[in-house]
């Protein structure tokens, strides 16, 4: 077996196997699911407390040199040149036809210097898209640095404890910062719909860091499940099945991750991979959107299970689905075609057979409570 | 007398008076995690051996429990409907799924009693 067909493991492995991880492959690395207390707990956990998420399997990338800026922005429907020092942006990796390679977040470190974070399973792959697109520049692949997400009502005082100099950041911000003489990258943001923050720190220095946050009553390791239902109730997306290669951005209702400059009539109109479409799309309109569902009673509709109108035509397919621990009600999104899309349109998904009520609804379902200064 | 039995798929099935109550042990709720509906059998329901009987939903998973004998369906716990955590609290108790009257004389031998079950999640299969 070669090493990269092997489940690596992160740094924090021996850790989750003592808080009673349960460990599964997920995207090449043995990954916690969940702890003892269950996705359940786990969630509200980090909604109320504060829950610490090992997201060291996710690539980071440095990128750099001089107008890179520009080269990236061939890439990517935003507006680097915008961004401040240690600011960063939600984006998109769009495809020459208009799809979607990637989603990933892009913070400007310096003048020349973007430093992104891609999914795991894609980093491979968006590596070697950003080698051929950028041969001119320095492409880093960060795989000796850790990344922890510490979120939740309570992170601020946590962190407000480890790093007093980060609690004042606002959502979509970074800077560097030491904790305890270690060097970290710390920004404000996450992927649960709280307020919160990632750690980005080398490996050697990595269980020390989080030995520090885990000393806190308030912060407890927190699984995949939890991540996925918490992210499901925030609304966002999930790469490879909320939006794919065969979705747009407007269709993966993501219009805005496109910056204005970048739109028609902008000052930086178009210039990215897939402009045509993606702005065609934006124009007149996608014949499908994502949307998201509430969904009548108590049963989950999951990924995969089709859409039905109230005459039984089928109009599209569940996406993501579960059930919302802090709604205490199944959440879902789905793809619809978009006559079908606005808000209150009463569909149906199919569930082993049975027709379960659902009404597109909007997204968040939970208010997001970032800090937004 | 109430005599108790295990299958593979990790249901316990108690059998008094000719009536068969099934449910899932707790190994089996521990894997599932928290258990949120419950899509139960219709009473008078006729079941065949491995026919879907009941679905458990869990945050995580579907899971589909088949019934492990020939019969009708008599009862089915509706407290499961409001309270479906009942699975995870006490899924050998309260947490009873569905009630089965057996069409045939009950066969039994291929089921297990607590201790085989005991050591067939021991080892992990």
């Given at each position: 077996m070669s090493d990269s067909a092997k489940n690596q493991k992160t740094q924090f492995y021996d850790y989750h196997i003592s808080a009673g991880g349960k460990m599964v492959p997920f995207a090449g690395y043995l990954m916690p699911v969940q702890y003892p207390a269950g996705i359940m707990q786990e969630h509200l956990h980090t909604r109320n407390n504060a829950g610490l998420f090992d997201v060291s399997h996710m690539g980071q990338v440095l990128v750099t040199g001089v107008g890179v800026a520009t080269a990236l922005e061939k890439l990517m429907p935003v507006d680097l040149d915008a961004l401040a020092i240690n600011q960063q942006t939600y984006a998109t990796f769009t495809l020459p036809d208009g799809g979607i390679l990637d989603d990933l977040i892009v913070t400007r470190w310096a003048e020349d210097t973007y430093f992104l974070v891609v999914n795991a399973a894609c980093k491979d792959q968006d590596i070697a898209h950003l080698k051929s697109y950028l041969?001119?520049?320095?492409i880093t692949h960060l795989d000796q640095h850790s990344l922890i997400a510490l979120q939740g009502a309570k992170a601020k005082d946590i962190m407000l404890k480890l790093a007093p100099s980060t609690s004042d950041l606002i959502f979509m911000h970074g800077c560097p910062v030491q904790i305890d003489g270690i060097e970290c990258y710390v920004t404000r943001s996450g992927y649960t719909g709280e307020d919160g923050f990632e750690i980005s720190v080398s490996n050697d220095h990595a269980l020390a860091v989080a030995d520090r946050l885990l000393a806190?009553?308030?912060?407890?390791?927190?699984?995949?499940?939890?991540?996925?239902?918490?992210?499901?109730?925030?609304g966002l997306c999930l790469y490879g099945h909320d939006m794919?290669?065969?979705?747009?951005?407007?269709?993966?209702?993501?219009?805005?991750?496109?910056?204005?400059?970048?739109?028609?009539?902008?000052?930086?109109?178009?210039?990215?991979?897939?402009?045509?479409?993606?702005?065609k799309h934006l124009a007149d309109g996608a014949p499908k959107k994502r949307v998201g569902f509430l969904v009548e009673g108590r049963a989950p509709v999951r990924e995969g299970a089709e859409i039905a109108d109230n005459d039984g035509n089928i109009v599209g397919v569940i996406t993501s689905g579960g059930f919302g621990p802090t709604l205490q009600a199944p959440v879902a999104m789905g793809y619809v075609t978009s006559a079908l899309a606005a808000v209150g349109t009463q569909l149906n998904a199919i569930v082993r057979g049975k027709l379960r009520p659902m009404t597109v609804t909007k997204m968040p379902l939970i208010p997001q409570r970032y800090h937004r200064g | 007398m109430t005599q108790k039995f295990y299958t593979k798929d990790h249901e316990w099935l108690s059998i008094e008076e000719n009536i068969v109550t099934i449910g899932v042990t707790d190994f089996?709720?521990?894997?599932?995690?928290?258990?949120?509906?419950?899509?139960?059998?219709?009473?008078?329901?006729?079941?065949?051996?491995?026919?879907?009987?009941?679905?458990?939903?869990?945050?995580?998973?579907?899971?589909?429990?088949?019934?492990?004998?020939?019969?009708?369906?008599?009862?089915?716990?509706?407290?499961?409907?409001?309270?479906p955590e009942l699975l995870n609290t006490a899924p050998e108790d309260e947490g009873w799924i569905f009630r089965v009257s057996p069409s045939d004389g009950l066969e039994t031998a291929s089921f297990m009693d607590a201790e085989q079950y005991q050591k067939y999640i021991d080892s992990g299969e």
């Open positions: 041969s001119d520049f320095t806190f009553d308030d912060c407890k390791w927190i699984g995949l499940g939890a991540r996925d239902s918490l992210r499901l109730e925030a794919d290669q065969n979705t747009s951005p407007i269709e993966a209702g993501i219009t805005w991750s496109i910056s204005h400059s970048r739109r028609a009539g902008g000052a930086k109109e178009g210039g990215f991979l897939g402009a045509e479409k993606i702005l | 089996a709720q521990e894997q599932l995690g928290d258990v949120v509906f419950i899509e139960l059998p219709e009473v008078g329901a006729d079941l065949i051996e491995g026919d879907e009987a009941a679905v458990i939903e869990s945050v995580k998973a579907a899971g589909e429990i088949a019934v492990p004998i020939n019969g009708t369906v008599v009862a089915i716990n509706e407290d499961l409907v409001d309270q």
